[in-house]
Nanobody, 117 residues
Framework: QVQLVVSGGGLVQAGGSLTLSCAAS????????LTWYRQAPGKPREMVAG???????NYPYFVKGRFTISRDNAKNTMYLQMNSLKPEDTAVYYC???????????WGQGTQVTVSS
């Protein structure tokens, strides 16, 4: 059974930083595609960071240079480092993983990130 447990959300002032963690069990993140998404009220869920099993990363323009996705293979945990946060980054953030040999994806529970101006 795959479980993803997210932690690290909270309230931060504009310009501040937060790091989200997503600890996995039942799957090996180093063999998976990893993605962080967010969803703000009234808006569709959007991808904010992705990493392949080979370590290649990609980011949409609106977070590029501010957000960094990473993983710790020993801890089987993925991270989202968020710097220079803006009020428009306020959303519920989710981690997602898909094993390379499967079409199935798994989601962590959301964590609220609120950026005050």
């Amino acid at each position: 059974q795959v479980q993803l447990v997210v932690s690290g959300g909270g309230l931060v002032q504009a310009g501040g930083s937060l790091t989200l963690s997503c600890a996995a069990s039942g799957t090996t993140l180093s063999q998976n595609t990893l993605t962080w998404y967010r969803q703000a009220p009234g808006k569709p869920r959007e991808m904010v960071a992705g990493m392949t099993s080979g370590g290649a990363t990609n980011y949409p323009y609106f977070v590029k240079g501010r957000f960094t996705i990473s993983r710790d293979n020993a801890k089987n945990t993925m991270y989202l480092q968020m710097n220079s946060l803006k009020p428009e980054d306020t959303a519920v953030y989710y981690c997602n993983t898909r094993p390379n040999d499967s079409a199935r994806t798994y989601w962590g529970q959301g964590t609220q990130v609120t950026v005050s101006s």
